[in-house]
């Protein structure tokens, strides 16, 4: 099908914050090569406001399995929130995601497969006419994994969609928003001095690392920023986590539990750099600018590429699964060091 066809095109991601955002430079680059097309991206209700506000697509269309329980309620919902599209571009390899590209009704209907699970082969095969092995699953690629970013703009590669691609990620704030965020820190009598944030995810905690672990870590951070604050995030749901540790935190310290997904975006573009677990805050402070460290598990090493933060100066650094006697202190001074390296960069 000609470019000049395709008038409607749906495209789906229904993974976490990270991946949506990795599928953002393909949306610049869908736009940039189909100008006058119907750009609308499928995504869950936990993902949207990541894509709020965004020139390329024309419209966001939120995903509850929950509430569509049959394929009649799901074909019925896609039917209702758009006209049958042109283009169903899967960005997701997932079974459920591949689904909806079938029910969409779309003329093409592209995406990956994985090739070493039996079901995803099968399903692409009859839910897909455009079907390609992920990159990561290619053997030519198995030395230098490539990024998901380069993964998703390879598929709109193989459909003539790809010219002059777009490579960075994107979350686009308000002025409100970015005020809002400017009247936290001033509540907060945070004004010209150098930020820290630290985020804190449960998943700081999985195998075994304690408080006392989380206590000396963000000791260690304050102390590398004299006259300078800690800022320490948590999102919804992960108020224990920082109420467990917030009394033994370094005076000055900040702490923000709970604030809407954009004005917590909003603070980003004012720290000097963030540290986090592998998770969405690594890809919030990519997509504006901020440099990080990003803590992975260590099983993760040999994949990482795929997923390390994007487009900004970062340091990975690789956790044991559970903790082990030295480890604790050779973590804590490994996260330390790489903030430092990324500090003295920026400032």
Same mark, same amino acid.
């Given at each position: 099908?000609?470019?000049?066809?395709?008038?409607?095109?749906?495209?789906?991601?229904?993974?976490?914050?990270?991946?949506?955002?990795?599928?953002?430079?393909? &949306?610049?680059?869908?736009?940039?090569?189909?100008?006058?097309? =119907?750009?609308?991206?499928?995504?869950?209700?936990?993902?949207?406001?990541?894509?709020?506000?965004?020139?390329?697509?024309?419209?966001?269309?939120?995903?509850?399995?929950?509430? $569509?329980?049959?394929?009649?309620?799901?074909?019925?919902?896609?039917?209702?929130?758009?006209?049958?599209?042109?283009?169903? $571009?899967?960005?997701?390899?997932?079974?459920?995601?591949?689904?909806?590209?079938?029910?969409? *009704?779309?003329?093409?209907?592209?995406?990956?497969?994985?090739?070493?699970?039996? !079901?995803?082969?099968?399903?692409?095969?009859?839910?897909?006419?455009?079907?390609?092995?992920?990159?990561?699953?290619?053997?030519?690629?198995?030395?230098?994994?490539?990024?998901?970013?380069? #993964?998703?703009?390879?598929?709109?590669?193989?459909?003539? $969609?790809?010219?002059? @691609?777009?490579?960075?990620?994107?979350?686009?704030?308000?002025?409100?928003?970015?005020?809002?965020? *400017?009247? +936290?820190?001033?509540?907060?009598?945070?004004?010209?001095?150098?930020?820290?944030?630290?985020?804190? @995810?449960?998943?700081?905690?999985?195998?075994?690392?304690?408080?006392?672990?989380?206590?000396? &870590?963000?000791?260690?951070?304050?102390?590398?920023?004299?006259?300078? =604050?800690?800022?320490?995030?948590?999102?919804?749901?992960?108020?224990?986590?920082?109420?467990?540790?917030?009394?033994? $935190?370094?005076?000055?310290?900040?702490? #923000? #539990?709970?604030?809407?997904?954009?004005?917590?975006?909003?603070? +980003?573009?004012?720290?000097?750099?963030?540290?986090?677990?592998?998770?969405?805050?690594?890809?919030?402070?990519? #997509?504006?600018?901020?440099?990080?460290?990003?803590?992975? *598990?260590?099983?993760?090493?040999?994949?990482?590429?795929?997923?390390? @933060?994007?487009?900004? %100066?970062?340091?990975?650094? +690789? =956790? %044991?699964?559970?903790?082990?006697?030295?480890?604790?202190?050779?973590?804590?001074?490994? !996260?330390?060091?790489?903030?430092?390296?990324?500090?003295?960069?920026?400032?």
């Amino acid at each position: 099908m000609a470019s000049e066809e395709l008038k409607n095109i749906l495209v789906i991601k229904l993974d976490h914050i990270g991946d949506v955002l990795w599928a953002t430079p393909s &949306l610049s680059t869908l736009r940039k090569n189909l100008p006058g097309a =119907r750009i609308a991206m499928l995504c869950t209700r936990y993902t949207e406001p990541a894509l709020r506000g965004n020139p390329d697509i024309d419209g966001v269309i939120v995903y509850d399995r929950e509430s $569509l329980p049959s394929n009649r309620d799901k074909k019925k919902f896609l039917n209702d929130a758009m006209t049958r599209p042109d283009l169903a $571009l899967c960005l997701d390899p997932r079974d459920e995601a591949v689904l909806l590209a079938y029910l969409s *009704e779309a003329k093409i209907r592209a995406g990956y497969y994985l090739p070493d699970k039996p !079901i995803s082969v099968l399903k692409s095969m009859t839910r897909l006419n455009r079907r390609y092995v992920h990159p990561a699953m290619m053997e030519k690629n198995k030395a230098e994994l490539p990024h998901e970013v380069d #993964a998703n703009l390879a598929l709109l590669n193989m459909l003539g $969609l790809g010219s002059e @691609p777009v490579r960075d990620t994107r979350i686009y704030l308000t002025e409100d928003e970015k005020n809002g965020a *400017e009247k +936290f820190l001033s509540e907060h009598g945070i004004k010209d001095e150098p930020l820290i944030m630290w985020h804190l @995810p449960l998943k700081w905690k999985e195998g075994g690392w304690g408080d006392d672990y989380l206590i000396s &870590l963000g000791q260690g951070l304050s102390e590398l920023i004299p006259g300078g =604050r800690l800022l320490v995030t948590c999102g919804p749901g992960e108020e224990d986590l920082l109420n467990s540790i917030k009394a033994d $935190l370094p005076a000055g310290t900040v702490t #923000a #539990a709970g604030l809407d997904f954009r004005i917590w975006a909003a603070l +980003f573009p004012h720290c000097c750099v963030v540290v986090s677990r592998d998770c969405g805050a690594v890809h919030v402070a990519a #997509a504006l600018g901020t440099p990080v460290v990003s803590v992975f *598990e260590e099983f993760k090493r040999k994949e990482h590429a795929r997923w390390e @933060p994007w487009g900004v %100066p970062h340091v990975n650094i +690789f =956790r %044991p699964e559970k903790v082990q006697g030295e480890g604790f202190e050779k973590n804590i001074g490994e !996260i330390i060091s790489g903030a430092k390296k990324l500090l003295e960069e920026s400032l």
